[in-house]
């Protein structure tokens, strides 16, 4: 197990090689640079701007730098706040797109699992098919649409939350439940597909054999193994809810890490462009880590490979 | 769900009923799928005649005008410059439609020859190029997309290229595991025997037997490729004014829902309702082909 976990954690090496010299080296590829598109910069104030940034300098010196502040964790300075360090810009807004993802992600974890066992355990019945419904519509109805038409019916239309902004405690609903429902959907349907799959085996035939009541059959028995492809499916999923929010913040105008990577890449500045697209890998590739780890754990069977 | 055996059997022994029309027997039957396909068929009927037949453009003002509710002149209402919604909605269903097959077709490219060509092979070259695979699989991708739209002009063409790029991973997966599982196969050794070469067994006959799962992952692939379109245009980074594509409808509506709730409901249900076509039509095919998901 340790050494599975430390190989895996090694592989992690050549992907942030290949993310940050891939970013890097496109990043100066593209003509223009952080300056360039300000309106009326004198020049010999853009050359100090450059110098200071080190953007003078040839551009394999400019990786090499790069390469050993990051070594010790330093991101640079951002070069669209003055006077601010990557690190200062992540440390505010981490918190707050995090703190929207919990929600989402409590969301669709409390929505998916229910429906889905439920759907599972009661299969062609109409429950089944208002699972499977609520599914198809989560799957078919993406953010861009759903965010809009709940600002609509429940923001103008009804008066109970602010469709913008993300001050009081009741502006996290929409938003969460805009983010969540797509993955709720997904969830529901891998739970039922795992959970039917898993009742049909033998040993939940030998536990009902054994008397073992309903309830005990599907949560002690049945559970473990049904909710295998949701695990798998929970690693990128976490990675996308707590970090691909660019719409829902850009919708709703919270002021998280999504909409800074927007701003970011629109105003060319490399230094933030740069540490978020890390960022953001580390936890993907993180959070894949932790779901194979899982699943191993939750499936003996992996244990000998 | 009684009579329809005694239908069908008959002919199917007299014509040896082949696997595909076994397959399109079951598809016939899925009442869902075929509502499906009718819609998409007709959606794209509409979107390539439809503009023709009205006597407005999707860019023609009437300032005068300005935003109206739906209406007889104007089905689906007009916008703030007092263009038809209705005409502009069939316009961005060419780009949207056509965004989703031709992305979905490079990705097909790149990764049912990817694929074949790892699953053929074996050994160090396929470890090698699954590596690969893994290693951008764990990238967030969505991220370089919006980068490479941001720095390299917003060119659709480049759209096309980057969303295809992106798309094409999971399909190299079902294409390699196919093929590997082919590659001991009796015709496939009577086929080498006969001295043809590597592309012809490959193309000619390994391909053919793995038709079902690439049709059907292609179908769900146009969903995934135009979610990824429309988030581009909302964001404001995919397609650009004048021209409409579903995404940037949407975000216009949103923008304006509060006085004009017409430019949001229309676009969005027509998207949803392709979206939901697009789904159930790739469910259907796959029950009706018997594709089991597998992604290794």
Not at chain 2, 144 to 154: D, K, N, P, S
Not at chain 2, 185 to 202: H, Y
Not at chain 2, 213 to 241: D, K, N, R
Not at chain 2, 276 to 285: I, K, M, R
């Amino acid at each position: 197990m340790i050494r599975f976990v430390i190989r895996r954690l090694l592989q992690l090496v050549p992907v942030v090689v290949v993310v940050v010299s891939a970013t890097f080296f496109m990043l100066r590829a593209v003509p223009g640079g952080p300056f360039t598109q300000e309106k009326a910069v004198a020049p010999e104030v853009q050359r100090n701007l450059e110098a200071y940034y080190g953007l003078d300098q040839p551009l394999w010196k400019q990786y090499a730098t790069y390469w050993s502040r990051l070594v010790r964790g330093d991101l640079g300075y951002s070069m669209k706040y003055s006077n601010r360090t990557v690190n200062e810009i992540v440390a505010d807004k981490l918190p707050t797109s995090l703190e929207l993802g919990a929600w989402a992600l409590l969301v669709a974890l409390g929505l998916g699992l229910p429906l889905g066992v439920l759907a599972a355990i009661r299969p062609n019945t109409w429950l089944d098919y208002l699972c499977t419904g609520i599914g198809l519509f989560g799957i078919c109805v993406p953010p861009i649409v759903l965010g809009p038409v709940l600002s609509l019916v429940f923001g103008i239309g009804l008066h109970w939350f602010d469709v913008s902004g993300w001050d009081y405690a009741d502006d996290r609903v929409l938003p969460a439940a805009t983010l969540g429902l797509a993955y709720a959907a997904y969830i529901m349907r891998l739970t039922r597909g795992g959970m039917l799959e898993v009742l049909h085996l033998d040993y939940i035939r030998t536990a009902r054999a054994k008397g073992a009541g309903e309830g005990r059959v599907v949560f002690r028995h049945a559970l473990r193994g049904g909710l295998l492809p949701v695990v798998t499916y929970l690693g990128p999923a976490i990675a996308g809810i707590l970090t691909g929010s660019f719409i829902i913040e850009t919708l709703f105008q919270i002021p998280g890490l999504g909409r800074e990577f927007i701003g970011s890449t629109t105003a060319r500045d490399y230094p933030l462009i740069m540490g978020l697209v890390l960022l953001y890998t580390v936890f993907v590739v993180g959070m894949n880590l932790v779901a194979d780890i899982v699943q191993v754990w939750m499936n003996p069977r992996l244990r000998f490979e | 769900m009684t009579e329809a055996p005694a239908i069908f059997v008959p002919e199917a022994v007299e014509s040896g009923a082949s696997l595909w029309s076994d397959a399109w027997h079951r598809l016939q039957r899925n009442r869902l799928a075929v509502a499906s396909a009718v819609v998409l068929v007709l959606l794209t009927i509409a979107c390539l005649v439809g503009p023709l037949l009205s006597h407005q453009t999707y860019r023609d003002q009437n300032l005068s005008l300005g935003a109206t509710a739906p209406s007889l002149g104007h089905w689906c209402g007009t916008d703030t410059l007092g263009r038809d919604l209705f005409v502009r909605i069939l316009v961005g269903a060419r780009l949207s439609l056509g965004i989703g097959v031709c992305a979905t077709v490079v990705a097909l490219v790149i990764g049912v020859s990817y694929g074949a060509v790892a699953g053929y092979f074996g050994g160090r070259l396929d470890s090698f190029m699954m590596r690969v695979v893994d290693i951008i699989y764990a990238l967030p991708f969505t991220l370089f997309v919006i980068l490479l739209t941001v720095l390299f002009g917003r060119s659709l063409v480049l759209l096309f290229a980057a969303i295809g790029a992106v798309e094409w991973l999971t399909m190299a997966r079902i294409v390699r595991a196919q093929i590997q599982s082919l590659r001991r196969a009796e015709f496939v050794d009577a086929a080498r025997t006969m001295g043809f070469g590597t592309p012809r067994i490959l193309f000619r006959h390994m391909l053919p037997n793995i038709l079902g799962p690439i049709i059907v992952y292609t179908t769900l692939t146009i969903p995934a490729v135009m979610l990824i379109e429309a988030a581009l245009s909302f964001l404001g980074l995919g397609v650009q004014i004048p021209m409409s594509s579903w995404g940037t409808l949407i975000k216009e509506g949103a923008e304006k829902m509060e006085e004009f709730w017409w430019l949001l409901v229309f676009p969005g249900a027509l998207f949803s309702l392709t979206l939901f076509s697009l789904n159930l039509l790739g469910d259907g095919l796959r029950d009706a082909l018997d594709v089991r998901a597998s992604k290794d």
